[in-house]
């Protein structure tokens, strides 16, 4: 079916209102063709993963820029695994440190986008990824 | 790159019409730049600010037909301050050193203060974490991961005590990056200052407590703007009156900025703002000349050299105007524009993360050149995590080498006169008011983002910017040009305890304190909100009995409701 689109939920996750990238994100996606719903902020791991549901999403990208991205991770990822939402693609764009890299991609996270990442790398990614699964 | 739309792009016509070449202009044209232009071209068809503003090959005389300079640029500390607020701005004194800090408990705070202080930084800048940036004590289940990861963790005045021991706060100034429970921690700050014995009328620093950027960019409101106008307004009034020498606003341009603005945008929406506010505190019933000289601004400082400069030099002009002729304010207090400046944080990489030295440096000598009085200088690993020590050092000492060794501070406004300085100034201002009009006939500030037009018209400026990254036609050196893999840097590493520990003490808060008097000043402040009368008694009030922020910010959700926003992709 090449005429569907693939549908993403931008997320920004946790207290942090600093939006810029996730609107930016946003567009560039849906300039790329993309569905895209984005969530607004100060979205709950718990709305999140209703909202995936909802709007039966093939990829999550969640913008993190606090520090508190293991929290928020881990109680997503269990949430997505508890409601069966295994093939959902789950991204992070943000500021993540080096050494929180491997756990986070060990508890599911697909890949994770660090500043200076280009729209087209993560269009590019999320293509790709959306085809093979 | 410029969008035609654009109001920049309009001024810039206009200016251009009015063009006339001297003679020797003309010649000089045709002799020498023809053949020079025929031999090596320019290497691009555009040359454009960070902002994506148009900059033409070469700036002379001829752009400055109609400028006045008795009229339009006059002298340091006389109208209309483009030249600065002070007659000779830096050989009095220097600007404040004023580097924001915080992270983890009251006591880690503390500990960096004292350390900033030893050496040789001349203000204090609270920076909270994000549970105290949205009202919620430590302990609340949303806080969860968050408690002193951005800042410093703040819940009670016990925390307040805590930051400020053995600080005395009758002799330092103090800057508060604090907004939504601005009024709180204020009360919070004035409690403190009360009981280490420092009069009120002589204590200074500044509140930010600019809750229209918030709506506009950084989005860490609570409350609808209706009410929050009226916690600000509350605030500027008791300061007018208890509180002199402190600003209870900075009206800021940083967040606008960061969240992807132009130059332009960031000065006009931040004195729009501006307006909205004194037109509050004129309903309120307060003299113009009473309040308005303790308004204080905060720009950011961007890549763009010239750019930035125009734009200080534009705000004080503009500024002028607005307080003069809209206002008819007679104080030359009131006339003149102050402002702190920080380097750009957004431009700040994670590659290579030395190179943001250097481009702290040349943001930091842009707000200086263009007549900063506070600065706060990012440090290099800012992309990754608050600073740590080390790195915090070196931005210290970015404004020191500035100050001491450049030589820059030693005549007031070095560039006054440069053609190129002085038409960007003229463009960026004309830029500005274009805005402001628009906005004004939008029914002001509330009204337009209401409506969302701050916030498209920046979503749509950071798109253009990262679309213009991503195709090359800007250069970030080691993002998408000069790239080489680096090594990571040490980093900051937040003790993963601070949660629970901060909850260990708000237990034993919840446990020592007279609860009953706590219930009983909420209530007061519940009913006060009510109402229309002054918060601020109220709540320092509450906070005296340790009455917790969330506790206070919950109290207030009642009588006020909860702000969402429409959000613009």
Same mark, same amino acid.
């Given at each position: ?24 994100? !946003? ?21 999140? $993963?209703?909202? $995936? ?28 695994? !508890? ?26 996270? !697909? ?9 087209? !790398? ?12 | ?25 003309? +010649? ?76 983890? /408990?009251?006591?880690? =705070? ?5 350390? %900033? ?12 974490? %994000? ?40 002799? *330092? ?30 204590? +200074?620093? =500044? ?62 929406? =931040? ?6 506010? *004194? ?80 481009? =702290? ?12 009085? /506070?600065?706060?200088?990012? /440090? ?25 060794? +450049? ?10 006169? +440069? ?47 990262? *679309? ?74 509450? *906070?005296?009995?340790?009455?917790? %922020? ?20």
């Amino acid at each position: 079916m090449p005429d569907k689109k693939i549908r993403v939920l931008i997320a920004k996750p946790g207290l942090d209102g600093h939006d810029r990238g996730a609107k930016v994100i !946003a567009r560039a996606l849906r300039d790329a063709g993309m569905e895209v719903i984005y969530t607004g902020l100060r979205q709950t791991p718990e709305m999140i $993963a209703s909202a $995936a549901i909802q709007e039966d999403v093939d990829v999550i990208g969640l913008s993190i820029l606090s520090g508190a991205h293991n929290t928020i991770c881990t109680r997503l990822m269990e949430l997505l695994r !508890a409601k069966g939402m295994t093939d959902v693609t789950v991204l992070i764009g943000g500021i993540i440190p080096e050494a929180d890299i491997a756990g986070l991609k060990k508890s599911g996270i !697909a890949e994770i986008f660090l500043p200076g990442t280009t729209t087209q !790398a993560i269009v590019d990614f999320i293509r790709e990824r959306v085809a093979v699964t | 790159m410029a969008d035609k739309k654009a109001p920049t792009a309009r001024s810039l016509s206009a200016g251009v019409s009015l063009r006339e070449v001297s003679p020797a202009e003309r +010649s000089w044209e045709e002799k020498t730049l023809e053949p020079t232009l025929k031999k090596s071209p320019d290497r691009n068809s555009d040359f454009t600010t960070v902002s994506s503003y148009p900059i033409r090959r070469l700036y002379t005389q001829a752009d400055l037909a109609g400028w006045n300079p008795d009229r339009d640029l006059g002298a340091p500390g006389a109208p209309p301050y483009t030249r600065g607020i002070h007659a000779t701005m830096y050989r009095d004194r220097l600007w404040t050193m004023r580097q924001f800090a915080g992270f983890g /408990s009251a006591d880690d =705070t503390n500990r960096r203060f004292r350390y %900033l202080l030893s050496q040789g930084q001349t203000g204090l800048s609270v920076a909270f974490d %994000l549970p105290t940036l949205m009202g919620y004590d430590s302990d609340h289940p949303l806080a969860e991961g968050e408690v002193g990861r951005c800042g410093v963790a703040i819940s009670s005045l016990a925390d307040m005590e805590a930051l400020f021991d053995q600080i005395p706060l009758a002799d *330092v100034t103090t800057s508060m990056t604090i907004n939504s429970p601005a009024a709180p921690i204020w009360a919070m700050y004035l409690a403190v200052a009360e009981k280490q014995g420092a009069d009120w009328q002589k204590i +200074s620093g =500044t509140l930010q407590n600019d809750i229209l950027k918030e709506y506009i960019a950084q989005k860490e409101y609570i409350y609808p703007p209706e009410p929050s106008m009226r916690m600000v307004t509350d605030t500027i009034e008791f300061g007018a009156k208890h509180t002199p020498k402190f600003n209870p606003i900075s009206i800021s341009g940083y967040h606008i900025r960061e969240a992807g603005s132009t130059a332009i945008q960031e000065l006009a929406f =931040t004195l729009r703002d501006g307006i909205e506010y *004194v037109d509050h505190c004129l309903r309120r019933g307060m003299g113009v000349d009473d309040f308005a000289p303790r308004l204080s601004f905060f720009f950011n400082a961007h890549n763009d050299f010239f750019e930035e400069i125009a734009k200080y030099r534009a705000a004080r002009r503009i500024w002028y105007r607005v307080m003069r002729e809209r206002f008819g304010a007679t104080n030359p207090r009131s006339w003149a524009l102050r402002f702190h400046t920080q380097t750009a944080g957004c431009s700040l990489t994670a590659q290579q993360p030395y190179n943001n030295v250097v481009r =702290t440096a040349v943001q930091a000598l842009a707000a200086v050149l263009g007549g900063t009085q /506070s600065l706060h200088t990012n /440090s290099l690993d800012e992309a990754w995590a608050l600073p740590t020590e080390a790195a915090a050092t070196i931005a210290l000492r970015t404004q020191q080498i500035i100050a001491h060794e +450049s030589g820059v501070t030693n005549t007031a406004d070095p560039l006054g006169g +440069s053609y190129f300085v002085e038409t960007l100034t003229n463009e960026v201002e004309r830029g500005a008011w274009d805005y402001i009009e628009r906005i004004d006939a939008l029914g002001g500030m509330v009204a337009a983002i209401e409506r969302g037009f701050p916030q498209r018209e920046i979503a749509d400026a950071a798109y253009r910017y990262q *679309v213009a990254v991503d195709q090359k036609q800007k250069i970030v050196v080691g993002v998408n040009d000069y790239v080489i893999d680096g090594k990571p840097i040490e980093t900051l590493k937040i003790d993963g305890t601070v949660g629970d520990r901060q909850s260990d003490r708000l237990r034993k808060l919840r446990a020592d304190r007279s609860n009953a008097e706590v219930e009983r000043r909420l209530n007061s402040l519940r009913h006060a909100a009510a109402g229309t009368e002054n918060l601020m008694p109220h709540l320092i009030e509450a *906070v005296k009995a340790y009455a917790t %922020l969330g506790e206070i910010c919950s109290a207030l959700r009642q009588p006020f409701g909860v702000y969402q926003e429409v959000a613009i992709t």
